[in-house]
């Protein structure tokens, strides 16, 4: 069996509670992973199934790298709203054929007829989602390369509270007047306001070690069916919009009685609902609250939209996978997606063991998908792919799938990572929460 070593942030036993702050560590303070199945874990959307027919998404036909007047640039137009952006921004009429010779022309050209930073402005400015390719190098030293600079991959800190008091409030969400807060992820409530990739990646883990997880979506803002199944293993879903003064009521009520809050907004956004990290802390401070964004939570790209695609072009990534000729590529996988997923659950854990022992302060954790490509790059790592001969094959990876039941029929996912598999699919629900654990 292929093994690699990580080292560790959080850890759990067997009965998913978080090994204590003063737990002895592994030897050498590292842990031993199956390769293959971190592997398999991390191209999880190529391996979806869904009655035994391949059921894996991937991206829009205008969501790619394209040539510009003097480089590159990477634009993404999965969702509508984005696609729609990208065209209004390039001055395009839209016929609806992504896909069409006449759409992909009319888009290759106004490119051509543009640079690269000209497009990010342009597009950015009109809602949507794009960046230029640029080197290491250029990234490292543009004022969003030096915002990141020093900051920690994994953003662990307490907000100071007046001190946490039983969140036993009758309340439209907690089917309980009174409840002790979970020490470990076993029974933990984890409020789920993530979409994409990373962050339910994270919840999906938490998922796996015993925690009741609610998915919440805006019902104007339907996710892809793909990843709904992909990443949605062992948890509840349901619809609210948290914007609307009712859900808004409701969205307080989950979280009076949850244990972790998990949102993928960019900084800012929830502050303008009134559910900031000063806001949380004093209203929710026995929550742990785990954050992740693009780009970060400073500096001048902090609110713009981003994706793991977006952050390879622009972070100097495609460059140093492209080819030689000065074609951008791309990593084999999503893993700047992936990697800060994990590193989100770990926090979650960490977090919930420190809640214990520092009942007087809320602990908050932020991850973002910039900052684990700067430390990426940083790593004495080759840019190479592997020899034809030593390359996994999609068979290699069979022995760590799982079928799941689900209302869609059968789901055939990768089982969880050093955790036992979940019982069942995404399953849909009513915003409460659980009586009694999973």
């Not at 390369?145 to 969400?173: K, R």
């Not at 979506?217 to 990443?231: F, G, N, Q």
């Not at 989100?344 to 854990?349: N, Q, T």
Request: hydrophobic share 40%; aromatic share 4%; net charge negative.
């Amino acid at each position: 069996m292929a093994t690699a070593t990580v080292h560790r942030l959080a850890a759990v036993g067997p009965s998913g509670a978080a090994l204590d702050p003063g737990a002895p560590p592994p030897v050498d303070g590292q842990l031993t992973v199956d390769a293959r199945h971190v592997t398999a874990d991390f191209c999880s959307e190529a391996l979806l199934r869904l009655d035994g027919q391949p059921a894996r998404g991937g991206f829009a036909p205008l969501s790619r790298f394209w040539p510009t007047a003097d480089g590159w640039v990477r634009v993404h137009a999965n969702y509508p709203h984005h696609r729609a952006a990208l065209l209004d921004a390039l001055g395009l009429d839209d016929d609806g054929d992504d896909a069409g010779p006449a759409t992909q022309d009319a888009v290759r050209r106004a490119l051509l007829e543009r640079q690269a930073h000209e497009v990010e402005d342009a597009v950015v400015t009109a809602g949507g989602v794009a960046a230029a390719v640029r080197t290491p190098h250029e990234w490292a030293a543009s004022p969003m390369g030096t915002a990141l600079a020093g900051t920690p991959v994994v953003d662990l800190h307490c907000v100071d509270s007046p001190g946490i008091d039983s969140p036993g409030n009758d309340s439209p969400g907690t089917g309980t007047s009174s409840r002790e807060m979970a020490r470990g992820i076993q029974g933990a409530r984890v409020l789920d306001l993530t979409r994409v990739i990373a962050g339910p990646t994270a919840t999906r883990a938490l998922a796996a070690w015993g925690a009741d997880v609610l998915r919440i979506d805006p019902p104007h803002l339907p996710e892809a069916r793909e990843s709904l199944l992909e990443t949605g293993p062992g948890k509840r879903w349901a619809q609210l919009d948290i914007a609307s003064a009712r859900g808004r009521e409701r969205l307080e009520g989950l979280l009076a009685a949850a244990d972790v809050l998990v949102h993928g907004y960019r900084p800012g956004a929830l502050a303008r609902l009134g559910l900031g990290e000063e806001e949380l802390a004093e209203r929710h401070p026995h929550l742990v609250v785990a954050s992740l964004s693009a780009w970060g939570q400073r500096g001048p790209w902090a609110q713009r939209r981003g994706f793991d695609s977006i952050v390879q072009a622009a972070s100097g990534i495609a460059v140093m996978t492209g080819a030689a000729d000065g074609t951008p590529g791309t990593l084999p996988v999503q893993a700047l997606d992936h990697g800060a997923g994990h590193l989100l659950a770990a926090a979650v854990m960490r977090g919930l063991v420190l809640r214990h022992s520092s009942p007087a302060a809320s602990w908050h954790a932020h991850v973002s998908l910039a900052g684990l490509a700067r430390w990426l790059l940083s790593q004495q790592v080759s840019s190479e792919a592997a020899p034809v001969g030593e390359r996994l094959r999609a068979s290699d990876l069979e022995r760590y799938l799982v079928d799941l039941p689900s209302p869609e029929g059968t789901v055939t996912v990768v089982r969880p990572l050093g955790a036992p598999a979940w019982s069942a699919g995404l399953t849909p629900s009513n915003p409460v929460w659980l009586s009694t654990p999973p």
